[in-house]
């Protein structure tokens, strides 16, 4: 068989962010599509809203749940198509 | 179990360096990182490979770790020390023991974050944070950024932003003048660190660089929309997406405070062999002091030629220049008292627990901030309000227990496997 070229198509991931169509190129870490699509990650104990502040691991504030598991530091993951991705 | 003449902790440039050395002695060498690839910080979504536009270090580097002398393992993250000379690593849901006879420790740095009303909205990040996620995908063209705080990373930030289209609308230096003059005047002796200067500066030319100026107040409904930024004493105001803060870089010291090695001041206490005071464990690189790629490259091919036995006295006088480029950063972009009052009494100084400064003011350390008010106790576990609460208050973070990460119990509970040998 021969390579098959990359389209754009290919390139795209689509997932869900809290069962929303969202989609992002293929690379882009989870914490980076969620702040592209103006979606924070979660909520503070006092309810405020909270978006990635280090992006190398550290801080937790990019913290979401990812296909199931709670608690993944989204700037740390790539964007996979059809994964589920829930903010709270 | 399997135990190596050279444990490495930390794939960036100091890690790769030691690693890299150590191996081409003999040794050998297993390299740890909790990232999915090598290069850590600084040299970011480089994945391992040979391209044009990568920095020859970086390259060559790489290829030396891919020589299969090298054990090279991505996403494990160190959590233990069960007993002396045995790490214990977590890495795809399951741990494991790693022996070594020498350690070298090359953890690096991350930024230093200083509490101001509405630093918490989304939109507010470190300034290399801001980079990261700029490179891990965030798109940027035609954004408006601020960025604020000190010290060179502003300027290179600032470029690599622009060359990418984000509209820059200024870059605002705490320090003031008349102390970067000073410091331009001892950069003579490092030439190369002018080169770089120039070329940043250059790349941003059409954006304002303000002196003595700082970030005073970020302001929006649930996300970043304008900043108040203080001018020489004056206040204006911004519109903008996103804010970028530079408070210095604070190396990541819960793995060698873990192992008992000396702390001065800040940084890990090294001899000229960058041996710790912890038997058979280096550090090298932003653990013994902040001063950039070169001197963690330096010092990481130090640690290697020690680690197998080589001489590295050839190294010192290139490692003593470097170190005084350090300390000429050091006391250029020393943050000003005034930045210790930004934070008011309702602002969060802990966003884990959401902790304001009203219920620090009339604590007395670290300790009793994190029994009376859980200020420390959330899932980042102090790495970001600590070196805040450090500087706001002076208190002096304390001794870290395993594990250094959130483990799994079952990580936790195994025993440990000796090596027969």
């Known amino acids: ?88 | 179990m399997t135990t190596h003449d050279v444990v490495v902790v930390g794939a960036g440039p100091a890690g790769m360096a030691a690693a890299s050395t150590a191996a081409r002695h003999g040794c050998t060498v297993c390299l740890v990182d909790d990232n999915g690839s090598c290069g850590g910080q600084i040299w970011r979504n480089y994945d391992g490979s040979v391209k044009a536009g990568h920095p020859r270090s970086f390259t060559d580097l790489s290829q030396s770790l891919q020589s299969g002398r090298v054990d090279f393992r991505t996403r494990t993250s160190v959590v233990a020390q069960p007993v002396p000379n045995i790490l214990r690593v977590e890495t795809a849901g399951a741990f494991e023991d790693i022996g070594y006879r020498k350690l070298i420790l090359a953890t690096g740095a991350r930024e230093r974050f200083l509490p101001f009303p509405g630093w918490t909205l989304p939109g507010v990040m470190g300034a290399g944070g801001l980079q990261a996620m700029v490179k891990a995908g965030l798109p940027i063209r035609g954004k408006r950024v601020l960025l604020a705080g000190t010290g060179p990373l502003l300027l290179a930030v600032a470029a690599s932003l622009a060359k990418r289209g984000a509209q820059v609308l200024g870059i605002f230096e705490q320090a003031a003048l008349a102390t970067l003059a000073g410091f331009c005047m001892q950069l003579l002796q490092h030439p190369g660190k002018i080169r770089e200067g120039v070329a940043y500066r250059t790349m941003t030319m059409a954006v304002p660089f303000r002196t003595s100026s700082w970030v005073v107040r970020a302001e929006g409904e649930n996300s970043l929309q304008s900043v108040n930024v203080s001018i020489n004493g004056s206040i204006r105001n911004f519109d903008c997406d996103f804010l970028g803060c530079a408070f210095h870089l604070v190396p990541n010291l819960e793995l060698p405070r873990l192992l008992s090695c000396a702390i001065q001041n800040g940084f890990v206490c090294v001899n000229r062999l960058q041996e710790t005071s912890t038997k058979d464990i280096c550090c090298v690189g932003e653990l013994t002091g902040v001063g950039g790629l070169e001197k963690a490259l330096c010092e990481g091919e130090i640690a290697g030629l020690v680690c197998a036995g080589r001489p590295a006295s050839h190294l010192y006088r290139k490692r003593n220049r470097y170190l005084r480029f350090a300390k000429q950063l050091e006391e250029t972009f020393a943050l000003r008292p005034q930045l210790a009052k930004l934070a008011e009494p309702e602002t969060f100084v802990c966003r884990c627990e959401d902790v304001s400064r009203r219920t620090l003011e009339g604590l007395h350390s670290w300790r009793e901030a994190k029994l009376h008010t859980r200020c420390g106790m959330g899932p980042c576990q102090g790495r970001i309000c600590g070196a805040a609460a450090e500087f706001i208050f002076g208190w002096d973070s304390e001794q870290v227990r395993p594990p250094v990460l959130p483990a799994r119990v079952s990580t936790l509970a195994g025993a440990v496997e000796l090596d027969p040998r």
Request: glycine share 8%; aromatic share 2%; proline share 6%.
């Open chain 1, 1 to 88: 068989m021969p390579p098959s070229i990359p389209t754009q198509a290919d390139s795209i991931a689509h997932f869900t962010v809290n069962g929303t169509p969202v989609s992002a190129e293929r690379g882009t870490t989870v914490a980076a599509a969620l702040m592209q699509a103006g979606i924070a990650s979660h909520k503070s104990v006092s309810g405020q809203h909270r978006s990635a502040l280090c992006a190398m691991g550290i801080c937790m504030e990019c913290c979401a749940t990812v296909n199931g598991v709670q608690h993944v530091r989204t700037c740390q993951v790539l964007v996979e198509p059809g994964m589920e991705i829930v903010t709270r």
